[in-house]
């Protein structure tokens, strides 16, 4: 069964850092992964989604790598600003299948 | 741009009450998800479904169906509400695109207390 961890749960920076977010997941047979942000209260919003025979995309600040061999994918934020705070979220579907499996998020907060 | 809306944002309700929570999307996709998020728990499948009167089961449909009779509508039915089931509920639909991936978008969630 596919198990997706994120770590740390909770992160805080000072502006302008660059930063890198994990996530984990046990079982290499993925269609793909996404990368979502969540501000509170809110629906998540998509970020970068990175297919499996892909290692990497790219958005402005934004990079998500994939490695499937090691069950792991970083999302690397350059320079953060303060309203990069949010949840960050990563879920990956399985192949042959239409589920995505969640992790549980890391909860970053960038200080002015 | 996609947009996927959800009937309410907050929503309260009685015990023992039969709860509709409404999902529109407006780009044709065929999925459809039903998710609810909890704290410490994250995000976890209701229901899904892939096509118009199809549905499968997440890994907690217990106490919850679902109805999809138009492409662009999904709902989510709490027969018989318990305070279990106050959460945070979400919609989701996907696509395919260039290259078959399927890129999910979010509705605003709807938050639903249940006393």
């Known amino acids: 069964k596919q198990e997706v961890t994120q770590i740390p749960a909770a992160l805080s920076v000072p502006e302008g850092e660059n930063l890198v977010l994990n996530c984990s997941f046990t079982?290499?047979?993925?269609?793909?992964l996404q990368w979502f942000r969540q501000d509170p209260g809110k629906g998540l919003t998509s970020l970068l989604l990175i297919q499996s025979s892909q290692r990497e995309q790219t958005s402005g600040r934004l990079n998500a790598s994939l490695d499937k061999s090691s069950g792991r994918s970083t999302l690397y934020i350059a320079a953060s600003q303060p309203g990069d705070s949010a949840t960050y979220l990563c879920a990956v579907r399985g192949s042959g299948t239409y589920k995505y499996i969640f992790g549980t998020g890391t909860r970053l907060k960038v200080l002015a | 741009d996609v947009k996927v809306t959800q009937s309410s944002r907050y929503l309260v309700k009685r015990t023992g009450e039969k709860v509709f929570l409404e999902c529109v999307q407006d780009m044709d996709h065929e999925n459809m998800f039903w998710y609810r998020q909890d704290p410490g728990l994250g995000l976890r499948l209701i229901y899904f479904s892939y096509d118009v009167k199809m549905k499968e089961k997440g890994d907690i449909p217990e106490g919850y169906s679902v109805s999809r009779e138009k492409k662009e509508r999904f709902s989510l039915i709490l027969e018989s509400a318990s305070t279990n089931q106050t959460s945070m509920y979400l919609c989701?639909?996907?696509?395919?695109?260039?290259?078959?991936?399927?890129?999910?978008?979010f509705g605003p969630g709807t938050r639903l207390t249940v006393t």
């Open positions: 079982d290499s047979a993925i269609y793909n």
């Open positions: 989701a639909s996907s696509f395919p695109y260039s290259g078959g991936a399927y890129e999910q978008y």
